[in-house]
Nanobody, 125 residues
Framework: QVQLVESGGGLVQAGGSLRLSCAAS????????MGWFRQAPGNEREFVAA????????YYADSVKGRFTISRDNAKNTLYLHMNSLKPEDTAVYYC??????????????????WGQGTQVTVSS
């Protein structure tokens, strides 16, 4: 089992940048494929980005491709989401999640067994 804690959210103007972090407890972080999801008010949770256990393969939603970068540091038990050129439609609660099932990038939320509590990102126009 792994516990996940997100940080780094906040209020930023459109066009700005933020870096989200997801700190994982335990010594098995490297055995999980990881993902970022987000949920805006009134919307369903949606996939943002995913990365394999080693960090060698990444996958992005079309809406963030070219603007967001997912990365991980297994020595620090930390997952990151670098967000550039932010838009008001990026406003949401952002969640990190761990997938213990297979070493692949996946957009399906049901494949992720462990979730953080979320961090709010608000982009003003």
């Amino acid at each position: 089992q792994v516990q996940l804690v997100e940080s780094g959210g906040g209020l930023v103007q459109a066009g700005g940048s933020l870096r989200l972090s997801c700190a994982a407890s335990g010594r098995t972080f490297g055995s999980y494929a990881m993902g970022w999801f987000r949920q805006a008010p009134g919307n369903e949770r949606e996939f943002v980005a995913a990365v394999t256990r080693s960090g060698g393969i990444t996958y992005y939603a079309d809406s963030v491709k070219g603007r967001f970068t997912i990365s991980r540091d297994n020595a620090k038990n930390t997952l990151y989401l670098h967000m550039n050129s932010l838009k008001p439609e990026d406003t949401a609660v952002y969640y990190c999640a761990a997938n213990p099932r297979a070493d692949l990038v996946a957009r399906q939320a049901h494949l992720y067994d462990y979730w953080g509590q979320g961090t709010q990102v608000t982009v003003s126009s």
